[in-house]
């Protein structure tokens, strides 16, 4: 990364560093997760996403997985659909995957985080988005920081493309230079139930949406202010990607984020 990359990432919000991930690392990736798929036997994992009276048991999954290896579905799908129906697997992949936790922590990630600023970077949530063929679903504008908040701000993704990604698939759609404005709303912990609680009503500024059309291993660097969503997938081609959400540990990470993992502590890249 070179410092006329690092001006442009202060100004737009995002960087797009091209088939940044080697093809075996994607492959492998594409691999593990396969064979996490294959090893998942939905049983329960199925019965509180199909049923609507168990948002407690949902509720509680979620929380579960910032510390797990955690299947979600998509929104609209039938307990009958098969795999393909998976929105996404989380949340500490990293942590608790041999295959995840030597990519993630691999040297030009490191690398990538200390030419960003981070001081004392840790991996705090990874995903692995499936976006299927005609099934996957779309995700609305929101900032990162909404959902995994510090003081200040230091959530940064890392979303690493591992198909082609582009507008009939879905790709990221950013609000460039957005991540200048105020964080909007926040996702935490109240209790046991989690709410989303508005900072700040200004509008998303009135700018052109950027399709961040990118081939495979390409990642994207995302400031946790910056506007950004994905349309769904109207292909017959999957966008699977993978996703790793960093925070500096100088900054203070609010107790009611919903992420909690008292009995896993954080890590960086070592
Ligand atoms: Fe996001």
Redesign the pocket.
């Known amino acids: 990364m070179t410092s006329l990359d690092l001006a442009a990432y202060d100004r737009d919000g995002f960087l797009v560093l091209e088939r940044f991930l080697p093809a075996g690392d994607c492959d492998a990736l594409q691999r593990r997760a396969a064979e996490l798929v294959a090893g998942f036997r939905p049983g329960s994992a199925r019965t509180i996403f199909a049923a609507r009276d168990q948002a407690h048991a949902r509720d509680r999954y979620f929380q579960e997985s910032g510390a797990a290896i955690h299947f979600f579905f998509e929104e609209a799908a039938s307990s009958e659909q098969n795999e393909l129906a998976l929105n996404k697997i989380g949340h500490a992949l990293h942590d608790l995957d041999p295959v995840f936790d030597r990519i993630s922590r691999q040297l030009r990630l490191a690398r990538l985080a200390q030419a960003l600023g981070f001081v004392q970077p840790l991996l705090l949530q990874s995903m692995y988005l499936f976006k299927q063929p005609r099934i996957g679903a779309e995700?609305g504008w929101?900032q990162?920081a909404t959902y995994l908040y510090t003081r200040p701000p230091t959530v940064t993704?890392f979303w690493i493309a591992l198909d082609d990604a582009d507008r009939d698939n879905g790709c990221l759609l950013a609000l460039s230079g957005a991540h200048h404005g105020p964080l909007r709303r926040r996702f935490h912990r109240a209790g046991d139930a989690m709410v989303t609680s508005e900072l700040d009503a200004t509008p998303w500024p009135a700018v052109e949406p950027l399709a961040l059309e990118v081939p495979r291993g390409s990642l994207v660097v995302?400031h946790g202010l910056l506007p950004?969503a994905s349309a769904a997938n109207h292909s017959n081609r999957s966008r699977h990607a993978y996703?790793l959400h960093l925070i500096d540990g100088q900054a203070v990470y609010d107790p009611d984020n919903w992420l909690q993992r008292p009995h896993l502590p954080l890590r960086g890249f070592d």
Do not use: K, N, S
């Open positions: 995700v929101h990162d993704a995302l950004h996703a």
